[in-house]
């Protein structure tokens, strides 16, 4: 692709990033206290959290400054009388003569054109910065609507747990009263119950914890959800195709660092034209008292730049140019290795996610069936059921944990190459 080519793209995918701001901003949302989406998310973020209310007062104070550098400096009035309240023949004001003179400075080779060109490059830059911290609030949001999936998954597993506990209770307490198993058994059974209860407790009220902690991504400390979206059957859909292992141009940490780089090239040349001198222009009128007659004058001046001719601005503006060049070589490099390692990864446990879901899991529960069975049979033993129990639950954990972990990974690849606010939309329209 050419450059002329990534340079539109680039251009296209932040027109589309603050369409889709502008849109969340300005839409009519309806809210459902009932089921919390992911897309709901992303209108509440953008909409209310004050960090961005922060950077967007940032990027309209920069018309202020656009403003100011397109204006000329003030003129200079000067007012000056000679001659006056001497001795002898110049006492008084007889013989005085006054002179009054305008000013204006006029800077030369394209200073002002160039300050002003620095003005709104600082805007630009204050405006790919709001929606650098766009998508990172949204990845941030996205992230935590993935880890409350998490818990409402673990906590749907502990309530089976529980009802499974339950049941395994009332077949010990037929046995015990039939005098087939001893009373320890059910001892252990109630202990079992109410330790599975109070995990029970405790993962719903981290739960609500972490939808507060949520929440105030949008500027409210309550969370009136009791559910969020299943998020269990979308992952097989994934695409992983090499071209996401590719940072993109649309990355914008990349593009705030190139827009340094251009900013500071043009604070280079700036730094360059002080060197050519400014002038000043001047006209006026004078008047002798004596004579009672009025002549104009006009004039110009020009510093001459025998001391000082900014050698020492340029120098520095011109390493500024290198450093932040590096900066962005730098960040450009870190980046591309952090996502291949994000896509190997991904691209990995995805293929030991469908292990589990194909294999692991099913298998599980036919070991759990046959031990069961066999225990009502009395062929098997307590700790042998509880044991199969609890390897069933921890895979399952397991199951729901690696789907929350690859839709992170696969949220973070997206924010890697740009696309988080697009992507993130797709896909919450997608599992309405």
């Known amino acids: 692709m050419s450059g002329k080519s990534n340079k539109n793209f680039s251009i296209t995918r932040i027109a589309l990033v603050i369409f889709l701001i502008s849109f969340f901003l300005h839409s009519d949302f309806k809210e459902d206290n009932n089921d919390l989406t992911l897309n709901s998310i992303l209108v509440k973020v953008l909409k209310g959290n004050s960090d961005l209310a922060a950077f967007r007062y940032e990027v309209r104070s920069k018309d202020g400054q656009i403003y100011q550098q397109s204006r000329l400096a003030n003129p200079e009035f000067e007012f000056g009388l000679d001659n006056f309240a001497g001795s002898g023949e110049l006492g008084g004001f007889g013989r005085s003569e006054f002179a009054a003179t305008l000013s204006q400075k006029i800077p030369t080779a394209g200073k002002r054109s160039l300050a002003e060109a ?35 998954e673990k906590i749907s597993l502990k309530k089976r747990r529980v009802d499974q506990i339950e049941s395994f209770k009332l077949q010990i307490l037929k046995r015990v009263s039939a005098g087939k198993t001893l009373p320890v058994e059910l001892s252990r059974i109630k202990i079992n119950l109410l330790r599975s209860r109070a995990e029970l407790r405790s993962i719903l009220s981290e739960f609500y914890s972490n939808g507060i902690h949520l929440a105030t991504l949008w500027g409210e400390n309550k969370f009136p959800y009791r559910s969020v979206s299943s998020m269990d059957t979308g992952w097989e859909k994934f695409h992983i195709s090499e071209e996401i292992s590719e940072i993109s141009n649309s990355n914008p940490d990349l593009i705030v660092l190139k827009s340094v780089v251009r900013q500071k090239e043009a604070q280079l040349s700036l730094e ?14 004078k008047r002798h008292f004596e004579t009672g007659l009025t002549a104009f004058t006009a004039g110009i001046s020009i510093p001459v730049p025998v001391f000082n001719t900014n050698k020492g601005g340029v120098s520095t503006a011109g390493y500024l140019v290198s450093k932040a060049d590096s900066e962005f070589k730098a960040e450009e490099l870190r980046l591309k290795s952090e996502l291949k390692e994000k896509f190997r990864t991904l691209r990995t ?14 298998e599980s529960e036919n070991t759990l069936k046959i031990i069961s069975e066999a225990y009502s049979m009395g062929r098997s033993d307590y700790l042998e059921v509880i044991d ?12 729901i944990r690696s789907i929350r972990d690859r839709r992170i990974e696969m949220a973070e690849i997206e924010r890697l190459n740009g696309g988080i606010l697009n992507i993130m939309v797709n896909r919450s329209e997608n599992e309405k």
């Open 118 to 152: 620095i003005a709104k490059g600082e805007k630009s830059i204050s405006e790919l910065n709001f929606n650098r911290k766009a998508a990172d609030l949204l990845l941030n949001a996205t992230i935590k609507f993935y880890e409350l999936y998490f818990l409402q």
């Open 272 to 285: 360059k034209a002080v060197r050519v001198p400014d002038i000043t222009l001047s006209g006026g009128v």
């Open 349 to 362: 446990e995805l293929g030991n996610l469908r292990v589990f879901k194909n294999k692991i899991i099913p």
């Open 388 to 399: 199969v129990y609890d390897s069933v639950y921890e895979i399952k954990e397991e199951y």
